[in-house]
């Protein structure tokens, strides 16, 4: 929402925004870069939208009995999903559309870098916080650009995906996350389908070659693909590797980041970029917030603050930082009742097949987005399916510093993981403190 | 407005007045805080 606001913003539209969040005056450094970018904000009460406004912009999130939406339909001021605002901006530009359950925020940062380093200037919108673009006034999920190029993360979770009609598309992996396979394979061909020029594909992903595409560049870590790298190394603070004779540096560690930025390079080939100067864009490209972040080291302790919540990945992260360290000690986070519902039997045997027995697992309460619930299940229900690691379930946030400090010795990793809830990376920091 | 915005708003012909709520949601799965 806020990449959007951003956008229009810089268009020359007049942008407001409302947040419960502003109003419990949380998140503060957040709202202070939208205030400073020009960009009005309201308080989020009954009989709170200002005078003037044509157009309201909600998000799935938004129920439809919100006091705001309400008004809004009794005032005649139309209701729009950010997802429609969006495609509006979207279909009318040389549109660039970055999709998959897994991948899609780093995807659109590594081809936003790549388009800068080319100079072509691209407007993008995404859903992660592209580092390099975050300033004073700039959250960094988005930029307006002066070209007639528009890169967008677009969403299968909630269906709005076959409202965009890229030219060029990216699919990175398709898996069971919100919905079930059967239900995303009918959203993912249709946006197959309404793909003008080319698709780009993860050839290694089964799911996504299943579906009918007329015009494919297809990439794949290993195997026979359009693009393979060769002579692969990793550490823990990224990988190099050389495609087509040309030596590509990355500052985002782990095999999952390789295939992600085959998927931006497979972009750049197809709208004629040449390899070294795609190789100096990926080389610029300093990650996503909260992808694997490094928050610090204290007593040879590594801190990690990481958004990963679905089961692939948890399973890439895992896989990751294993490479950092000798222990893992993972903070989870489950994300709303329902996904949690939904997939804990997938997200425990992640956990179970991706941590070993000398590892640690501690589960926070669910996260807690408002709303109406179902609010019967709680983390406890995951851990009991989880098999393998050290299991403790931290009720308050307190607890789980206290046996971390008790058990973390030097040469452990921990990670903070757990999606859209800023008050974990400040919770990752204060793990980094205790420990100091 | 800036140049961009005749060149790439073809479907937004007049200057929106619009409030977003919920402003500060990120990601492209907006629809997951939905429980």
């Given at each position: 929402?806020s ?29 202070r870069?939208l205030?400073r970018?020009g960009?009005?904000?309201y ?26 939406v309400?008004?809004?339909g ?16 979207f ?5 660039i559309?970055?999709?998959g359950?897994?991948?899609?925020s780093?995807v659109?940062?590594?081809v ?10 691209p407007?993008?919108?995404n ?16 930029k307006?650009?002066?070209?007639e ?12 995906i ?26 993912f061909?249709t946006?197959t ?11 290694e992903?089964?799911?996504v ?9 297809r ?8 693009l393979?790298?060769?002579?692969v190394s ?8 050389v495609?087509?004779g040309t ?5 985002v560690?782990?095999k ?12 750049g ?10 190789s100096?864009g ?6 996503i ?7 610090g ?9 990481d ?28 994300h ?10 997938d ?11 000398q590892d ?7 996260y ?5 619930a179902?609010?019967s ?14 299991l403790?379930?931290?009720v308050?946030?307190?607890?789980a ?7 973390a010795?030097p ?12 008050t ?13 | ?9 073809d ?10 709520l919920s ?6 799965a907006?629809?997951?805080g939905?429980?």
């Open positions: 929402m990449a959007l606001a951003h956008v229009l913003h810089e268009r020359g539209h007049w942008v407001g925004g409302s947040d419960r969040s502003n109003d419990q005056k949380l998140n503060q450094h957040f709202f870069k205030l970018q960009i009005l904000l308080p989020q009460t009954a009989n709170s939208l200002p005078d003037g406004i044509t157009t309201l912009v909600v998000s799935t999130a938004i129920e439809s009995n919100n006091p705001d309400l008004q809004a009794a005032r005649g001021i139309s209701v729009q999903h950010r997802a429609a605002m969006l495609a509006s901006l279909n009318s530009s040389f549109g559309g970055i999709a359950t897994s991948g899609k780093t659109t940062g590594m936003a870098s790549i388009l800068d380093a080319a100079g072509k200037d407007t993008v919108v859903g992660g916080i592209i580092k390099q673009y975050a300033t004073r006034t700039r959250i960094g999920n988005a307006n650009g002066s070209s190029i528009l890169v967008a993360e677009v969403d299968e979770s909630d269906g709005t076959t409202n965009f009609f890229p030219r060029i598309g990216v699919i990175t992996n398709v898996s069971k996350d919100h919905k079930e396979i059967s239900e995303l394979t009918p959203l061909q946006f389908d309404q793909t003008a020029e080319c698709l780009v594909i993860n050839g992903c089964s799911m070659c299943t579906l009918r595409a007329h015009h494919a560049l990439f794949g870590v290993e195997g026979k693909h359009d393979v790298p060769e002579s990793s550490d823990a603070a990224g990988s190099r590797f495609l087509q030596l590509f540096r990355l500052r560690p782990g999952h980041n390789i295939a992600n930025a085959l998927a931006a390079i497979g972009v080939l197809l709208l004629n970029i040449p390899l070294p100067v795609i100096h990926l080389a610029l490209f300093r990650g917030k909260r992808r694997l972040e490094l928050v080291n204290a007593r040879g302790i590594t801190v990690i603050d958004f990963a919540h679905n089961p692939d990945k948890i399973a890439a992260s895992l896989a990751t930082l294993k490479t950092m360290g000798t222990r893992l000690i993972i903070v989870f986070q489950p709303g009742y329902g996904p949690t519902r939904f997939l804990k039997n997200l425990a045997r992640t956990f179970s097949e991706g941590l070993r027995q640690m697992l501690i589960c926070l309460k669910i807690d987005a408002g709303g109406t179902d609010r299940i709680t983390s406890q229900d995951l851990l009991d399916l989880i098999h393998g690691p050290q403790f379930y931290a308050e946030r307190l607890e510093i206290a046996e971390i400090c008790r058990v010795k040469g452990d990793v921990i990670a903070v993981m757990g999606a859209r809830d800023d974990l990376s400040v919770f990752a920091r204060k793990i980094l403190k205790a420990l100091t | 407005m800036n140049k961009a915005l005749a060149v790439a708003t479907r937004i012909t007049y200057e929106l007045r619009c409030l977003i402003v500060s949601e990120m990601g492209s907006d629809g997951f939905k429980q």
